[in-house]
């Protein structure tokens, strides 16, 4: 995770390097990606993932003003800047549009594909500089995605400490599944509503974490 963090950042600086610092200023910040991409590029052919973020750009930049930027700068990672910010309702509300372009299918040769994606903001900030804001925004972005997906979030500083934590839970859990004892099964009886007869069992896993005790399966399932 860190490591794809990483690579998108210089990709998406060497690309604005081509711009001066000034044709930024009070602009806000998108990182979009989309959701479970690794899973859907399974099942395109050559050509066709290029064919599906051709239209998915053509349909962002319908929903952005004529004067704001839009870049591919991963294999399914895309930047917006918002020049001329003018309020965070504005943005709320570009958000809104840009998740909105998901919702009919994309064609791609014969059939339909339906995609989801996440959207890290970050508003204009005078004391940082690009690569700050950047980094802002690509943190809400990892935050988004961890906790589901599908949707926006805008950065605050408590999310660096979310992140951290999330990424701390995959670290542990990583080292869970080489440990006979902290990932254990548990077998609860399935009934019949009618007679209250028992018909099978059904198996739970559960992760018995050795500090925090039994986790709760939302967040872990989110992580996944």
């Given at each position: 995770m860190l490591a794809q963090m990483d690579y998108e950042m210089e990709?998406?600086?060497d690309w604005l390097q081509e711009f001066g610092a000034k044709d930024f200023a009070n602009s806000a910040i998108l990182f979009m990606d989309v959701d479970h991409f690794r899973q859907l590029s399974m099942s395109l052919v050559t050509g066709e993932a290029e064919e599906l973020f051709r239209q998915l750009i053509a349909r962002i930049r319908q929903e952005v003003r004529h004067d704001d930027v839009v870049k591919q700068v991963g294999r399914d990672s895309f930047v917006v800047i918002q020049?001329?910010?003018h309020s965070k309702d504005a943005l709320f509300d570009m958000c809104l549009r840009l998740l909105r372009?998901?919702?009919e299918p994309f064609k791609i040769r014969s059939y339909p594909i339906l995609i989801r994606f996440s959207i890290g903001v970050a508003a204009p900030d005078a004391s940082l500089g690009l690569e700050a804001l950047l980094r802002r925004a690509q943190i809400a972005l990892q935050?988004?995605?961890n906790a589901g997906g599908a949707g926006f979030r805008f950065y605050t500083p408590l999310l660096e400490n979310d992140l951290a934590r999330q990424n701390t839970i995959i670290g542990e859990l990583a080292a869970a599944l080489e440990d006979d004892e902290q990932i254990v099964v548990h077998y609860q009886p399935l009934v019949t509503r009618?007679?209250?007869s028992v018909v099978g069992r059904e198996a739970l896993i559960r992760w018995q974490h050795p500090s925090a005790g039994r986790l709760c399966r939302k967040p872990i399932v989110n992580l996944g």
């Open positions: 990709a998406s600086l020049r001329n910010f372009t998901a919702h935050v988004q995605k009618e007679g209250l």
